[in-house]
Structures are given as C-alpha cells and as structure tokens.
C-alpha cells in the first residue's frame, strides 16, 4: 500500500531533551516535506527537499533541522524543544515539486513539549 | 510572504449546498488545490484547478477561480454528515502555502 508514515504518533517530551520524527514514504517519491499545524494557523511548512541531499527551508523553520541522506525518508530533528514547538506535525511527499502536485500526507504526529 | 485566508467555520444542514471561500494574493499560483481533513487523519487532495481555468466541476464539487479577485471557492452540492471535516486552500507556485482551513460542520 502506498503511504507515507511517521513515527511516533503521540510524544510529550521534556525542554531541551533531543528528539527525532521520523518520516518515511513508499512511493519513490522526489519531494518530501515537514509542516505544523495549529489552532488558526493552519498549515506552516518547516521544510522542504526536492531530492536526496537537497534540502531548504520553509516559512518555519526556526529550531528544527532535517536530512535526506535516501530518498524515501525524511526525519525532523529537534536538537532543544521548547515548549512552543507543541504542535501537530504532518510529513507529505509527492512526485516532484512543482506544478500540480498532489501531496501525501502521513498521520500526524503530536508533540508536547512541557 | 503572500497569505491564503479563509474563514474558519461553516456549519450546514445535511442536503443543502456548502459553499467554502478563499482568497490568495499571489497572482503568479499556478495552482490552487482543496484538501481535506478528517478527524485525527492527514490531509487528502480533493481536487486542483489550474489557474487559467475558472471553473472545474467533480460529481458534488465545483470549483470556481476568480483570477482578477484572487478568489477560490468550493461548493459541495448535497452535503452530507461524512463531509464535515476541515478544508483547507493552499496555492503553489515553487512551494506550497496552506490557509488556515475552514472547519465545516453538516447538521442532521
């Protein structure tokens, strides 16, 4: 089945304590991308890359930092969390990265930082 | 950076038509897209219309672009109790930009 997952689902997490999302997607896809969700805000891109070992920033990328060492994953870090990195976070990947793309969505995964 | 704004909430009676707005300011999206999310789920494309159309029709769902307005809307003939969820807007040019999402509610 063609999906796009994330690991773990539901974290809370202490200020400062190191923690790693983890994004993975089966469909071979070029272009994978980090966003939050929250309250009124809707969606916020982190960030962005076109392919392996290209990687750039998103609206919000402040405090987080991502690699792409192989295609098909995609893992967010957050050296030092704090508590307004509590959010919903929602990794997506599509084909490419322009044009009329769709983009697949993994689950989510809710984070809380106290 | 350029906005996509919609209202946040829409609440209908089940069989009447749900009508969401949106409202992009850069004229050089070459695409604007619905998604929609369901409780506890990822988003999901509904439909896509490029920016020289102003008008895509699919089964309940009609699209409509006003280019000169910069206005996008979804209208969802009979609506049913399966379609409450949150809809967002999002425009792309290089990158992809979301709206807020409006989070309609379909009464029985």
């Known amino acids: 089945e063609a999906q796009v997952t994330q690991n773990p689902r539901y974290l809370i997490t202490v200020t400062g304590k190191k923690l790693t999302v983890t994004c993975s997607q089966n469909?071979?896809?070029?272009?994978m991308s980090w966003y939050r969700q929250d309250p009124g805000l809707g969606l916020r891109q982190i960030y962005y890359s076109m392919n392996v070992e290209v990687t750039d920033k998103g609206d919000v990328p402040e405090g987080y930092k991502v690699s792409r060492k192989e295609k098909r994953n995609f893992p967010l870090i957050l050296e030092s969390p704090s508590p307004n990195q509590t959010s919903l976070y929602f990794c997506a990947s599509s084909p490419t990265g322009t044009g009329a793309y769709e983009q697949y969505f993994g689950p989510g995964t809710r984070l809380t930082v106290t | 950076g350029e906005d996509v704004e919609q209202s946040l909430f829409l609440s209908v009676r089940e069989g009447d038509s749900s009508v969401i707005n949106c409202t992009y300011t850069?004229?050089?999206?070459?695409?604007l897209y619905w998604y929609k999310q369901e409780p506890g789920a990822g988003l999901q494309l509904l439909t896509y219309i490029f920016s020289n159309m102003d008008m895509k029709q699919d089964q309940r769902l009609t699209v409509l672009l006003n280019k000169k307005d910069k206005h996008l809307s979804l209208r969802i003939a009979d609506t049913q109790t399966g379609d409450s969820a949150i809809y967002f807007c999002?425009?792309?040019?290089?990158?992809?930009?979301f709206g807020a999402g409006t989070r309609l509610t379909v009464k029985p």
């Open positions: 469909m071979n896809h070029e272009y």
């Open positions: 850069d004229s050089s999206s070459t695409y």
């Open positions: 999002a425009e792309s040019i290089n990158d992809m930009r």
